[in-house]
């Protein structure tokens, strides 16, 4: 089994940054995709940002390209979300997320941290 603990929600104002952390620990080896999703209130979880730990291949949402960075430590098996110049519209719990490969599911989530953005 793969543990994932995320770190560093909080509030900001828009307009503000938010670095998140997410770190992996268990049966890890085997395991080279992470990413981030995020669920707003009365809204279903959704895609944020991935990455290859290994190859360092990213993907992200159209709606956070240019605003947010998403970057890891193979070694470690952390994963982090650099967060800036944040909207309204990015309040939600933000997830980590661990699996196999980016090619496959997510088999692992962390408990969620929240993300309050105010005006």
């Known amino acids: 089994q793969v543990q994932l603990v995320e770190s560093g929600g909080g509030l900001v104002q828009a307009g503000g940054s938010l670095r998140l952390s997410c770190a992996a620990s268990?049966?890890?080896?085997?395991?080279?995709?992470m990413g981030w999703f995020r669920q707003a209130p009365g809204k279903e979880r959704k895609f944020v940002a991935s990455m290859s730990l290994s190859g360092g291949s990213t993907y992200y949402t159209d709606s956070v390209k240019g605003r947010f960075t998403i970057s890891g430590d193979n070694a470690k098996k952390t994963v982090y979300l650099q967060m800036n110049s944040l909207k309204l519209d990015d309040t939600a719990v933000y997830y980590c997320?661990?699996?196999?490969?980016?090619?496959?599911?997510?088999?692992?989530w962390g408990q969620g941290t929240q993300v309050t953005v105010s005006p």
């Open positions: 268990g049966r890890t080896f085997s395991m080279d995709a």
């Open positions: 997320a661990a699996g196999q490969a980016l090619s496959t599911r997510f088999d692992y």
